[in-house]
């Protein structure tokens, strides 16, 4: 999955939390790193490719918002994810309980 790929590097989590408080200009994301802006443009440019932003042109200025339907994405796959581990736990708990109880039963006879 490209956006567990992309949000693996801590940069471009910390720009998706960024611009989870609200949207901004490339410039006002490259003042909160100590890197260079050619460097938070690439972090941008897999940031979109991955499908979890989008930018936009306002004259010279670049606006950079999070894409929702690529956030979903990524959240339904967690979802999805989740959901089998638990049904495995669950399973395996019962398991572990079902062995409890036979392990109860051979030594009370």
């Known amino acids: 999955m490209q956006s567990l790929e992309a949000i693996a590097?801590?940069?471009r989590r910390r720009i998706v939390e960024l611009l989870a408080e609200r949207e901004r200009t490339t410039g006002e994301i490259v003042a909160e790193?100590?890197?260079?802006?050619?460097?938070?443009?690439?972090?941008?440019?897999v940031l979109r490719d991955a499908g979890l932003i989008t930018?936009?042109?306002?004259?010279?200025?670049?606006i950079q918002s999070l894409n929702?339907?690529?956030?979903?994405?990524?959240?339904?796959?967690?979802?999805?994810?989740?959901?089998?581990?638990s049904r495995r736990l669950d399973a395996l708990e019962r398991e572990l309980?079902?062995?409890?109880?036979?392990?109860?039963?051979?030594?009370?006879?």
């Open 9 to 11: 590097d801590p940069t």
């Open 68 to 85: 929702g339907d690529g956030l979903d994405d990524l959240a339904s796959w967690l979802e999805r994810t989740r959901s089998a581990w």
């Open 55 to 62: 930018t936009r042109a306002e004259g010279q200025t670049r």
């Open 97 to 109: 309980r079902a062995d409890d109880e036979r392990k109860k039963k051979s030594s009370s006879k």
């Open 33 to 45: 790193f100590d890197i260079s802006a050619p460097a938070i443009s690439q972090h941008l440019n």
